[in-house]
């Protein structure tokens, strides 16, 4: 069965500083992992796409990292922004005909001042 | 402009109810798709239309019914609305029903549906 877990679940930082979040994935067949960004009452927002022969991609203060043989991504966030407490939610799209996405649970950040 | 646009953003109705949520989205894409974000906040996906055309169905009660009038619209139907349908409902759209490397997808803002 195909999962994607994150961890922490939740996680508190101050302003400026940085954090790492942690994905783990069991989807088969792969076809590339996504990063996105949900906003309290919005839809997710994509951050970066990562295919298994990319080990990194940065997208701003957000870089994301993918180790394909373990199986593992994290994302990166560099000197944090209030802007950035939402949850950040990691997706695996399986390599096949009309491919679904698999979505985690997601990390919820909070930044604060 | 919104490019996937859904509504209404707030709906809250009785049990036993029949209810729909618009969604249109403005890209140009070929692919729509209804996903449930429930009370965990997993995102799982319900329906997936490819110009026009059914292409995923994930073991949907049958009370839930897609209708896409065309290939920028895919609206939401629910009948005989029970206590468990309560879920943030999201509308997505991509231009290619595989989602490969360059695929992206897009997610309106999202319609909470509280059934009481």
């Known amino acids: 069965k195909n999962q994607v877990e994150q961890s922490p679940q939740s996680l508190i930082i101050l302003e400026g500083k940085n954090c790492t979040l942690q994905?783990?994935?069991?989807?088969?067949?792969?076809?590339?992992l996504r990063w996105y960004k949900q906003d309290t009452g919005r839809g997710p927002v994509s951050l970066t796409i990562?295919?298994?022969?990319?080990n990194t991609k940065s997208n701003g203060r957000y870089t994301a990292t993918l180790d394909a043989d373990t199986k593992q991504s994290s994302l990166h966030i560099t000197a944090s922004q209030l802007s950035d407490s939402a949850s950040y939610i990691c997706?695996?799209?399986?390599?096949?005909?009309?491919?679904?996405?698999?979505f985690g649970k997601g990390t919820m950040l909070l930044v604060s001042p | 402009d919104t490019a996937v646009s859904q509504t209404p953003k707030y709906l809250v109705t009785q049990m036993g109810n029949d209810k729909s949520i618009k969604c249109e989205q403005n890209?140009?894409?070929?692919?729509m798709y209804w996903y449930k974000q429930d009370s965990k906040k997993f995102l799982k996906i319900m329906f997936s239309?490819?110009?026009?055309?059914?292409?995923i169905n994930e073991t949907v009660p049958n009370r839930f019914s897609p209708k896409s009038p065309d290939k920028a619209h895919l609206n939401l139907h629910i009948n005989s609305l029970e206590l468990g349908d309560s879920a943030v409902y999201f509308c997505?759209?991509?231009?290619?029903?595989?989602?490969?490397?360059?695929?992206?997808?897009?997610f309106g803002q999202g319609t909470r549906l509280t059934v009481v």
């Open positions: 997505a759209s991509s231009h290619d029903r595989r989602m490969r490397m360059n695929t992206e997808a897009f």
């Open positions: 994905c783990n994935y069991t989807v088969s067949p792969f076809s590339n």
């Open positions: 990562m295919t298994f022969s990319e």
């Open positions: 997706v695996v799209s399986e390599d096949s005909g009309y491919s679904t996405l698999t």
């Open positions: 890209l140009g894409h070929d692919t």
């Open positions: 239309y490819n110009n026009k055309e059914l292409i």
